[in-house]
């Protein structure tokens, strides 16, 4: 374990810092006071890429997980990823089937526990998930069991974000004109991001997302600070 203390100048709130170390994926700060995960942290070849909020004390900590259908895979980082920041669990206690397809009900449960929200109990599983999703405008809640495609995932993270600027172009993709109008600046946004890059040429936006896309995205989402 690597455990670093940062004291920040009289006057600044929050800072962007490098912790140096031989990191895997599957590393995360955890603050030592509250236990609690910093999820904006980052493992880059520099070290762990960590934004705080007010001084801290952290320590590094591995947390991948030995699934047996991840080993090879191409979003196996993204998947050690995710599932040690506790954003995703595997479906299994050995398996994390990462070509299955994600839930609108798994994104809205996902980006709360992003959020520092707990997710448990109520009389779904989702349920506070979704509480916390149509209060804060990421999800209107509607069909929580049902499969959701790369343009909907990528309009609940860009609501999530706040709905920033969007100065991206996708006219590069060749199925641009395939993206729904409700959907064009949360595409144009993830694109400029490089959040979303799309497959031979095109972003497929009515594609069902995997879970393994999932966790690439939302890697992606936090290499960029959110």
Known sequence: KVT?????????????????????????????????IVMLSVPTEDGMLIKVEGSAKLVLEDRSKDFIDTPGHWGEDAIDFAVAHEMFNGTSETTFTPDGDMTRAMLMTVLARFDGQDTTGGETWYEKGME???????????????????????????????????????????????????????????????????????????????????????????EMGK
């Open 4 to 36: 670093a203390a940062m004291t920040l100048p009289a006057g600044v709130d929050a800072a962007t810092v490098t912790i140096p170390a031989d990191l895997t994926p599957g590393t995360v700060a955890v603050d030592t006071k509250t236990g609690e």
């Open 132 to 222: 916390w999703a149509k209060a804060n405008g990421v999800s209107d809640g509607t069909n929580p069991n049902a499969p959701i495609t790369r343009e909907q995932l990528v309009t609940m993270l860009y609501r999530y974000a706040g709905s920033p600027a969007a100065n991206g172009s996708l006219d590069s993709f060749s199925d641009a004109a395939s993206v729904n109008s409700y959907a064009a600046n949360a595409m144009q946004w993830a694109v400029a991001n490089g959040i979303v890059n799309g497959s031979n040429g095109k972003l497929n936006p009515q594609n069902n997302a995997t879970r393994a896309e999932v966790a690439a995205i939302l890697m992606r989402f936090c």
